[in-house]
Every structure is written in C-alpha cells, then in structure tokens.
C-alpha cells in the first residue's frame, strides 16, 4: 500500500503564492509519474500538472507561466509552485502518483486526501 500526503494549502490573496508539497511512502520500487489534479465546488476533477520519471511535464493551459512542477526523487516526493495565484484558482488539489509497489508487479495509481487552496481578498 502506498499513502500519498499533502502539505501547503491555504488562504492567500490574489497575486500571492502557495507551494504544495506531496510526500509518497511505503511499498515503492518505482514511481512513474507524480501531479497535481484540482476539483472546485460543483466542476470535475482536472489536471493541474504532471511530470514523468524523466522530468517531462504538463500544465494545464491556464496555469502554464503561472505554475511550476517538480520532483524529489530522493524524497519520493512532488511539489507546485503557484504564482499570481486567481479566485479561480480556488479548489480542492489533488496529489497523484502512479507507483510501481516491487519489479515484478504491475503499476497502481493513487491519490492523496487532498488540500484545500482558497484565493480571495
């Protein structure tokens, strides 16, 4: 089993920054890929970003030039760094990291609880 656990959530204004942190442990040969999705009040989930074994990326559209990804691999362990942050921005964040558990077996998706981020004045 694999626990994903969020850190960095808050209040901010608008044009202020937030940094979450995501921290993956337990059974873990590999991880694949590791993001962030968002979910606001009545919407579905999307993608915020997410970046590969390789360091490649994406960024959902309105956030590009405002957010950046990246990786820990020491740490097992993702981060985003929200600039310029919008009310729109406003929303539930998801970590997600698709994790291979030992060599032979396949890999497994998992999500974190989740970290609320309000922007507002």
């Known amino acids: 089993q694999v626990q994903l656990v969020e850190s960095g959530g808050g209040l901010v204004q608008p044009g202020g920054s937030l940094r979450l942190s995501c921290a993956a442990s337990?059974?873990?040969?590999?991880?694949?890929?590791m993001g962030w999705y968002r979910q606001a009040p009545g919407k579905q989930r999307e993608l915020v970003a997410v970046?590969?074994?390789?360091?490649?990326?994406q960024y959902a559209d309105d956030v590009k030039g405002r957010f950046t990804i990246s990786r820990d691999y020491t740490k097992n362990a993702v981060y985003l760094q929200m600039n310029s942050l919008k009310p729109e921005d406003t929303a539930a964040y998801y970590c997600?990291?698709?994790?291979?558990?030992?060599?032979?077996?396949?890999?497994?998706?998992?999500w974190g609880p989740g970290t609320q981020v309000t922007v507002s004045s």
């Open positions: 997600y990291a698709v994790v291979r558990p030992t060599v032979s077996r396949n890999t497994v998706a998992y």
């Open positions: 970046i590969t074994s390789n360091y490649n990326t």
């Open positions: 337990g059974s873990i040969f590999s991880i694949n890929v």
